[in-house]
């Protein structure tokens, strides 16, 4: 049996928490220039369509978006590897 408690971030109802807001808000103002005040309107959809991505809710563990999945992924790849060889 397992005893859990309640988890002490600060959510705004159901699933969206802070750090979403942190990283969502920066996006969209990032969105919203390129689209306004740039020429690349191509550029702002695609960049738009990533973050929407990185925002997705996946099934892995509760409340986890994509972009903590890329996060440990990227620094998983790319973190310095020690290769011991045997015979």
Known sequence: MYITIN????????YIEMTD??????MIMTFLMLFAFSNNKLF????????????IPVQLSQKNRM???????FGFIFKCKTYIYER
């Open 67 to 73: 972009y903590k999945i890329l996060g440990l992924f």
């Open 21 to 26: 807001l942190y990283i969502g808000i920066p």
């Open 44 to 55: 702002s959809l695609i960049f738009l369509t990533v973050c929407v991505f990185l925002m």
């Open 7 to 14: 988890s002490i971030k600060k959510t705004l109802g159901k």
